[in-house]
């Protein structure tokens, strides 16, 4: 307990001290300043204090320009969020337009080759894609009760798609003419050699039994031959890719790229033309299947 007492009376007497020569401090102050000079006390203050409130002032200046920097880079960040969101959503709006603007050139080409060619065509939107090797197929939206027969040829404005194999009421399958089961009498334009084009899938075609004194180059158009009634003659099927002579035997390898872009089919046209025959064979009209 004595201790306890001890040291509170310590530091009573401490506070006591602090305050009287805070007292004096002011009293020194108030007594430079009724005159018209600072006194000794004073200017002994100031000198000390200058630094510190220059400190101080500057500090608190560039607390506050931190303040506004901070806001203004605050209000920025929220400006740049926004603009990137708006810039999303116009890139998605200049995506669709682009996506419009080629669908509809694609429309408008397809639309011309249909008004300048003569045959009898069925315009049918492509639904579906079977990616077996072997079989490359494409499923269509018309079928049996649009008229639609086996047999007959899809073409689009750049050439021959391929030949319906299968079909039901309302959907039709057709074989492309790149599956490696495809076979076509075909020829070279220039010349009017024949030969058979192959499918090869990814690769395109292969064009046989052309003899090797057979004049064939790169950039040569192959086009159909109109042999045996299934494709009608001068169809574009391609372009020679590549020729290659082998040492034994009497023909050549001719590889050709296809000329129709089977990837980005979306629509086609069925070439009536058989239909019509059959039907005037059998003494019919074929209007209703005509469009």
Avoid at 136 to 146: F, P, V
Avoid at 157 to 165: C, D, E, L, N
Wanted: hydrophobic letters at 40%; aromatic letters at 8%; one cysteine or more.
């Amino acid at each position: 307990m004595n201790v306890r007492k001890s040291q509170s009376s310590f530091t009573l007497v401490k506070l006591c001290v602090l305050a009287g020569i805070l007292l004096i401090l002011a009293l020194f102050l108030f007594g430079s300043t009724i005159g018209s000079q600072f006194g000794a006390v004073q200017q002994m203050i100031m000198q000390g204090l200058g630094p510190v409130q220059r400190a101080t002032t500057t500090m608190v200046s560039n607390l506050q320009l931190f303040a506004q920097d901070y806001l203004v880079l605050w209000n920025i960040r929220d400006d740049n969020k926004q603009l990137r969101i708006k810039i999303t959503e116009y890139q998605q709006q200049l995506d669709q337009y682009r996506e419009a603007y080629a669908r509809n050139r694609y429309l408008e080409n397809e639309l011309a080759f249909k008004n300048e060619e003569n045959f009898p065509s069925m315009t049918a939107r492509v639904i579906g894609k079977d990616p077996s090797f072997w079989f490359q197929t494409l499923i269509i939206d018309r079928g049996k009760n649009d008229g639609v027969i086996e047999g007959m040829i899809a073409r689009t404005s750049q050439g021959v798609v391929g030949q319906i194999t299968q079909i039901s009421d309302h959907y039709s399958k057709i074989l492309l003419t790149n599956a490696p089961s495809s076979a076509i009498d075909a020829m070279i334009q220039k010349n009017r050699i024949r030969g058979i084009l192959k499918g090869a899938a990814d690769k395109g075609y292969i064009l046989h039994y052309i003899l090797k004194n057979v004049d064939v180059e790169v950039g040569d158009r192959i086009v159909t031959a109109g042999v045996g009634g299934a494709f009608p003659s001068g169809i574009p099927l391609g372009t020679v890719s590549a020729v290659h002579s082998q040492r034994r035997g009497m023909f050549q390898e001719i590889e050709v790229a296809p000329i129709v872009e089977f990837e980005r089919l979306e629509m086609v046209f069925i070439d009536l033309s058989e239909k019509q025959k059959i039907a005037a064979e059998m003494g019919r009209s074929v209007e209703q299947v005509v469009q």
